[in-house]
């Protein structure tokens, strides 16, 4: 091949639109790219939480310029810096990212995929420590069927829901009282017994409710099964 057609074809290339330099260029900027990800994964698993943080950070930065905030892979960053958040114990300083990452991760995902789960589990944490519990009650709903879903540890789902209950009493939601009773008293009877304190002390809340409510059918079938000595007046 001659010199005239070697420059033909390289001058064809920058008609079409192909830099040779800003390929280079691009290249060498992916590889940046993947290098602060895998930095910040390996800072991460090294337990050198300021330095995951700093160099996901970085990776976040360029993948939404390079990308887009819905985009998987700045998602997948986001969820990373999350659990470096969480381990680092800055939930607060990073309350915005918390939600920000779960947010986006629902809406691009869905309620049930692992991303979604992971910045779920964190931003139930900062709803928690943060006292916003109108906030909370829907995460640990979600939180209930995640781990009904997947793994169905019922002592872990019987916690959830008596978390649940306390916080339908401290936001006074009382019509959701009842039906989360029964569920503990259910899951206790199935977990603990039904010969235990745990599962007497759930029967008896459950026939209190139900006095206050005034289903009084209810009250009067709950402790006469179980022998309970209440008084509904």
């Not at 887009?68 to 114990?89: D, F, H, W």
């Not at 589990?121 to 906030?135: A, N």
């Given at each position: 091949?001659?010199?005239?057609?070697?420059?033909g074809s390289?001058?064809c290339?920058?008609?079409?639109g192909f830099?040779?330099?800003?390929a280079?260029?691009?290249a060498?900027?992916?590889?940046?790219?993947?290098s602060l990800i895998?930095?910040?994964?390996?800072?991460y698993?090294?337990?050198?939480?300021?330095q995951?943080?700093a160099?996901?950070?970085s990776a976040?930065?360029v993948c939404?310029?390079?990308?887009?905030?819905?985009?998987?892979r700045?998602i997948y960053i986001?969820?990373n810096n999350s659990?470096?958040?969480e381990q680092a114990?800055?939930?607060?300083e990073?309350a915005?990212?918390?939600e920000?990452?779960?947010?986006?991760?629902l809406?691009q995902?869905?309620?049930?995929?692992h991303f979604?789960n992971?910045?779920r589990?964190?931003f139930?944490?900062?709803?928690?420590k943060?006292?916003?519990y109108?906030?909370?009650?829907?995460?640990?709903?979600a939180?209930?069927?995640q781990e009904r879903?997947?793994?169905?540890d019922?002592q872990?789902i019987?916690?959830?829901?008596?978390?649940l209950?306390a916080?339908?009493?401290?936001?006074?939601?009382?019509?959701y009282?009842?039906?989360?009773l029964?569920?503990?008293?259910t899951?206790?009877?199935?977990?603990?017994?039904?010969?235990?304190?745990?599962?007497k002390?759930?029967t008896?809340?459950?026939?209190?409710?139900y006095c206050?409510?005034?289903?009084?059918?209810?009250f009067?079938i709950?402790i006469s099964?179980?022998?309970l000595?209440?008084?509904c007046?």
């Amino acid at each position: 091949m001659n010199l005239r057609v070697i420059f033909g074809s390289i001058f064809c290339l920058f008609v079409i639109g192909f830099n040779p330099i800003r390929a280079l260029t691009e290249a060498d900027s992916i590889s940046k790219f993947e290098s602060l990800i895998l930095d910040s994964e390996n800072a991460y698993k090294a337990g050198k939480w300021t330095q995951s943080i700093a160099l996901g950070e970085s990776a976040l930065k360029v993948c939404h310029l390079r990308l887009s905030v819905t985009n998987p892979r700045c998602i997948y960053i986001m969820k990373n810096n999350s659990l470096a958040y969480e381990q680092a114990g800055e939930l607060i300083e990073h309350a915005d990212e918390i939600e920000r990452a779960y947010r986006v991760s629902l809406l691009q995902f869905g309620p049930f995929h692992h991303f979604t789960n992971k910045t779920r589990e964190i931003f139930y944490q900062l709803t928690v420590k943060q006292k916003r519990y109108s906030e909370t009650i829907p995460i640990v709903i979600a939180l209930i069927h995640q781990e009904r879903t997947n793994a169905n540890d019922k002592q872990e789902i019987l916690n959830k829901f008596i978390e649940l209950h306390a916080l339908y009493k401290i936001t006074d939601q009382v019509q959701y009282e009842v039906p989360t009773l029964e569920s503990i008293a259910t899951l206790t009877k199935q977990v603990i017994g039904t010969e235990t304190d745990e599962y007497k002390q759930a029967t008896i809340a459950l026939a209190e409710c139900y006095c206050r409510q005034k289903d009084y059918t209810k009250f009067d079938i709950l402790i006469s099964r179980y022998s309970l000595d209440i008084n509904c007046d």
